[in-house]
C-alpha cells in the first residue's frame, strides 16, 4: 500500500498565504468583521406605539399597556378581592389560595396557525401581570405584548417573556393546556433553553366554564363568554381569530403594520379578560349560593362542579335551587337523578324515592329501574317491583335506542322481571 504524502505550509508560506487572503478581501478572525445592519420598523412604531426591548439575545419589540385594577371589563373588575380557596381546590393546588395578585401571569397566544408543531410560531404573546406602578404607587393589570417581527427575532421574543414572567408562580390560560403552553414549551426546547412555564402552576379556564355553562352556552369561546357572562363588547377594531395568521404573513410580504392593529387589539382583549373571568369564578366559587347566577343550567353545572369536588352539601343545596328555575329536560333529568343518588347514599330514601317517582313522570329510564330495585329490596314488595319493571320495558320498546343498548336493557330487565316473577310466586 503506497503511503500518501501530504504537502504542509511552512510558517512562511502560511504568512504568504495570508497576505494573498486579505488581498482577496477574505478576513480571518471575527476582529475586522462589521455587524449587520439593524432594520429599522419606523412604520410599526408609527401603527402601534410600541418600543424596542433589549435582551441578552438581541431586540425584540413590545407593546404596552395599563389597566387600573378596578377597570370594568364589562360588568366585572380586573381584580376583586374574592379568596382564591374555590380555585385552589379546583386545581388541586391549595397554594393557589395563597398567591398575591402580582403572582399570576395571564396568557394569549398568536400564532402562524393552529397546528401547534415545531414551524408553528407564536408571533405575538400577550401577558399581563399586577404590578405597582412607580409614579402613582398604585396597583395596575400590566400588559406586554412582544411581537416578533422577523423570525429572527424569536430568542429575543422568547427571553423577553421568560423576563416579564419573573415575579410570578401560576399562570392562567384560556385553552393554554392543550395549544399556547405546549407551542411554547417546543419553541424554548427548539432553542435549547428550559421551558419557564415548568414549574408554574396553570389554571386553564376553558375547562372549568365548560363545566358551569355547557348547558346553556353553545358556544364557550373566551369571546363569546366575554360577552355572554362579562357583559364586554369588543369594538369594530376586532379581528375574528381565524383571520389572524393571514394577517401576520401578509405583514411579513409588504411591510405594512396597519392591518396588525386589529390582531393586537384582539390578543389584548383576550388577555384583559382573563384576568376579569378568573376573579369572577374565584367569586362565584367562593359563594356559589349568593344568588349571582340566575340561570338555572348554570346552578346546575355549579352543582355538578360541587359534587364532583366533593362538597355535597353545597351540591345538594344548588341541585334543590337549581330546580326551582325552568330548565331544558335534559338538564332537568340529569339534575333530578343526581340529586336522588346524593340522598340514596346518605340512607335518605323517602327523599330519594320522591325524585325517581318526579323524574318517572318524564319517562327517566334508570329511575324505573331504581324504584324496581328499591321495591324488591328494600319493601319486599314485589308486585310493585314487578309494575316498576314491565313499565321499564315499555320505555325500551317505545324508544329508538341504538341496538347494542336495546339488547342491554332488554336483557337486563327481562331478567329481573323473571327473578321477580319467582319471588312473587314463592
Not at 214 to 223: A, V
Request: charged letters at 25%.
Amino acid at each position: 500500500m503506497n503511503e500518501v504524502e501530504y504537502p504542509f505550509v511552512s510558517l512562511l508560506d502560511s504568512d504568504r498565504l495570508s497576505e494573498k487572503l486579505r488581498a482577496m478581501g477574505v478576513h480571518q478572525g471575527a476582529k475586522d468583521l462589521k455587524l449587520p445592519r439593524r432594520r429599522s420598523f419606523p412604520k410599526l412604531d408609527q401603527a402601534l406605539g410600541g418600543r424596542e426591548f433589549d435582551t441578552p439575545q438581541g431586540m425584540t419589540y413590545v407593546v404596552e399597556s395599563d389597566f387600573p385594577a378596578d377597570h370594568l371589563q364589562g360588568r366585572y373588575r380586573l381584580l376583586s378581592q374574592a379568596p382564591l380557596m374555590g380555585l385552589a381546590r379546583w386545581v388541586g393546588a391549595a397554594q393557589v389560595a395563597h398567591l398575591s395578585p402580582q403572582q399570576f401571569a395571564f396568557i394569549d397566544t398568536e400564532t402562524t396557525g393552529l397546528s401547534g408543531g415545531a414551524g408553528t410560531y407564536a408571533f405575538l404573546i400577550g401577558v399581563g401581570r399586577f404590578d405597582i406602578n412607580p409614579s402613582t404607587h398604585q396597583q395596575v393589570f400590566h400588559l406586554g405584548q412582544f411581537f416578533m417581527r422577523d423570525p429572527v427575532e424569536e430568542p429575543a421574543q422568547l427571553a423577553a417573556l421568560e423576563q416579564f414572567i419573573a415575579p410570578c408562580q401560576a399562570v392562567v390560560s384560556f385553552n393554554g393546556k392543550s395549544f399556547d403552553l405546549p407551542l411554547l414549551r417546543t419553541r424554548y426546547i427548539t432553542h435549547g433553553w428550559k421551558d419557564p412555564f415548568a414549574d408554574f402552576i396553570h389554571l386553564d379556564l376553558l375547562h372549568l366554564s365548560r363545566r358551569i355553562w355547557r348547558d346553556r352556552l353553545p358556544s364557550r369561546t373566551l369571546g363569546n363568554l366575554e360577552y355572554q357572562i362579562l357583559g364586554a363588547v369588543r369594538s369594530e377594531e376586532d379581528v375574528p381569530g381565524w383571520m389572524v395568521p393571514a394577517l401576520f404573513f401578509q405583514y411579513l410580504r409588504d411591510g405594512d403594520p396597519l392591518p396588525l392593529k386589529g390582531v393586537f387589539y384582539h390578543n389584548l382583549m383576550d388577555v384583559v379578560s382573563l384576568s376579569a373571568l378568573m376573579y369572577y369564578l374565584a367569586d362565584l366559587l367562593d359563594d356559589p349560593l349568593s344568588g349571582k347566577v340566575e340561570h338555572g343550567a348554570d346552578i346546575i353545572g355549579l352543582a355538578r362542579l360541587f359534587e364532583d369536588l366533593g362538597d355535597i352539601t353545597t351540591a345538594t343545596q344548588l341541585y334543590v335551587h337549581g330546580l326551582e328555575h325552568e330548565l331544558p329536560r335534559p338538564v332537568l333529568l340529569d339534575a333530578i337523578y343526581r340529586l336522588s343518588q346524593i340522598h340514596k347514599h346518605q340512607d335518605e330514601l323517602d327523599e330519594a324515592v320522591r325524585l325517581w317517582r318526579t323524574a318517572a313522570q318524564y319517562q327517566h329510564l334508570q329511575s324505573h329501574v331504581d324504584l324496581a330495585i328499591f321495591y324488591e329490596h328494600r319493601q319486599r314488595d314485589y308486585q310493585a317491583a314487578i309494575q316498576w319493571t314491565m313499565a321499564a320495558l315499555d320505555l325500551v320498546q317505545q324508544r329508538s335506542l341504538p341496538p347494542y343498548e336495546t339488547e342491554r336493557w332488554l336483557a337486563d330487565l327481562e331478567h329481573r322481571l323473571e327473578r321477580l316473577e319467582q319471588k312473587k310466586n314463592r
